[in-house]
């Protein structure tokens, strides 16, 4: 009888992991929604705990350009990078910026806003096709599928979104309000970020942080 109710709740358990085992595709978005949750919620440190070592490496070599380049060679940079420098600069002592590690870029990013909610809150994960460590979900826009793919990594036993795979599409819609505004790319920037604080920007911002 023993041995009976042995088999029985074994059994009942196996069904039970079956029922709430997760597929890779559904651990691949989920990576996504936990993400997008972080945003939502102002939760920059759970936001980091979703995002693969390529977004941090992103914000690590995107922080020694804020310390780094000068006029020339922010004004090559996309438009995205291009306008976070050049906020960092207006919004942070220098005493700030030399303090900060990749990482800290990462969590003041969200936490100022600059990650904006409107970036995630339409946004989720269609189809997705896993290779190996690598994934990628179709992007779905406000219910509906778009020709643009988000990359995921598997990273210590865990699917991870790499933000950076989002940055070629927020480039292209930057582009688009800049295009849009009937200003030059310059003027939209420093437009935007006094919009942003209430202070028009100095002409320091475009020196490096030394």
């Known amino acids: 009888m023993k041995v009976f109710k042995s088999i029985i709740v074994t059994f009942l358990f196996l069904i039970t992991v079956q029922l709430f085992a997760q597929t890779p595709q559904q651990l691949v978005k989920a990576s996504f929604d ?43 940079l996309p ?72 990359h995921f990594y598997k990273e210590d036993s865990k699917w991870r979104f790499n933000l950076t795979s989002l940055f070629p599409l927020a480039n292209m819609s930057f582009k688009k309000l800049v295009e849009d505004s009937g200003k030059t790319q310059n003027e939209f920037l420093f437009y935007m970020m006094e919009l942003m604080t209430g202070a028009k920007p100095e002409a320091s911002v475009w020196r490096p942080v030394q």
Do not use: C, W
């Not at 693969?52 to 004004?75: C, I, W």
């Open 79 to 150: 438009v995205v990078d291009k306008f976070t420098v050049l906020v960092i600069r207006h919004k942070l002592s220098k005493e700030e910026i030399l303090r900060m590690q990749g990482t800290d870029l990462f969590l003041y990013a969200i936490e100022s806003g600059m990650v904006g909610k409107s970036s995630v809150s339409d946004n989720s994960i269609g189809n997705v096709t896993i290779a190996g460590d690598f994934a990628k979900g179709q992007l779905v826009s406000k219910g509906k599928a778009v020709p643009f793919f988000i």
């Open 34 to 76: 936990n993400y997008k949750k972080a945003i939502l919620t102002d939760n920059a440190k759970a936001a980091l705990a979703e995002v693969d070592s390529r977004t941090k490496k992103y914000y690590q070599e995107l922080l020694v350009k804020t310390k780094m380049l000068d006029s020339v060679g922010v004004n090559k």
